[in-house]
């Protein structure tokens, strides 16, 4: 696995914006089938740069095929100033002000279950994303595997959100079982909260 870099917010954000155009998340947020092809980079891209400097975000090479944005629990949470600091401030604009006030709503809920789910310290996975014609060629397994392993010296759990039962399955593969399952009040977008305990690894003397 590479570090993201700056270079590669701008294309890493098209990159998720073509993997996850038609997810709930986005279709709820960006209704209008266009505004949501020309904005949608714009959310992703306020992401990459907030928390490029507070986390684990990698990818599988240059070409950006996939992308894994991983959080320390002690680094979550948004602030203004942060926001102006890290250049996340100009996306969010770009975005507009219906889109943010719906943005909001979401990121309130998932939020606050974020919280209730996981008090303690943990690793939250709060990207992983595939080109859609690099998928099914390996690449999230290679970013899953790289991260899962450090985390795993560290003794602590994952945490993360998946799109109903969407991916479920692949992420069980690797561990994350299903603590929860709910659907944002007013919307369509459900939710699925999955963790993996921590594995802590005893070196051999």
Known sequence: MLKLEKEHIKPASLMFS???EDDLFNTYAFPDPEERVRKMPYAYEF???YYISYGGSFITSPELEGVA????SDNLGTSFWRM???GA???AMKMGIETGRRMQVLNNYIER???DLMPN???YLLLLG???KHQGKGYASQLLNGMLSEIDGEGLPCYLETEGDRNVSIYQHFGFKVIDKSTVPNTQVSLVAMMRESKTIISKA
Do not use: C, T
């Not at 944005?69 to 320390?72: A, K």
């Open 18 to 20: 073509r993997a996850f």
């Open 47 to 49: 992401l990459l740069r």
């Open 69 to 72: 944005v991983w959080i320390h």
């Open 84 to 86: 102006i600091i890290s």
């Open 89 to 91: 401030i100009w996306p």
């Open 113 to 115: 279950k974020h919280r």
């Open 121 to 123: 310290k943990h690793w």
């Open 130 to 132: 595939v080109g859609p």
